[in-house]
């Protein structure tokens, strides 16, 4: 079995990234980057309900608190720079495709340690949409440099 400690690690690189994606929803200029915001932030937000629900039902129950404990508020700040330079479409960009290449890498690695067949499952979805949102962070990215 996978250790919670790891899952909750997910859990909380999931909130961390759904509140970027919110706020990108909010602040991007163009439709494209709105547009893959939001995808990023449904889709984070479904995969973040099943592990939220696997761990529940194994006694781990987490708290706003503790969901946002990976809030990096650098990113806010290169954000909030890149709105003042004119830049935030690509720094947003950029902050998505790295997010998510760790976060396909957590999951992997969670799915490594893991023989549960249910929390496979959640994980290869998991990683699956990751992979879908990377490509489409990578294709916005491009098309904007």
């Known amino acids: ?3 919670s400690q790891n899952l909750t690690a997910l859990v909380q690189q ?3 990234l759904i509140r970027i994606a919110t706020q990108g929803e909010r602040q991007a200029g163009t439709e494209s980057t709105r547009g893959l915001s ?3 932030a449904l889709s984070i937000n479904t995969n973040q309900k099943q592990l939220l629900a696997y761990l529940n039902s194994h006694g781990v129950k987490l708290n706003e608190k503790q969901l946002a404990l990976k809030y990096d508020a650098s990113t806010d700040k290169l954000l909030t720079d ?3 330079t004119s830049t935030y479409e690509n720094a947003l960009q950029k902050i ?3 997010q998510l290449q760790a976060y396909i890498s957590d999951l992997q690695n969670a799915y490594n340690a893991t023989s ?3 929390l496979r499952q ?3 979805d998991s990683y699956q ?3 879908i949102l990377l490509g489409q962070a990578q294709l916005t990215l491009d098309a904007s440099d």
């Open 1 to 3: 079995k996978a250790p």
């Open 14 to 16: 999931q909130q961390e």
């Open 38 to 40: 939001y995808s990023i």
């Open 82 to 84: 890149a709105r003042a």
């Open 96 to 98: 998505y495709v790295a």
């Open 116 to 118: 549960s067949k249910s």
């Open 122 to 124: 959640i994980l290869s």
């Open 129 to 131: 949409a990751g992979k």
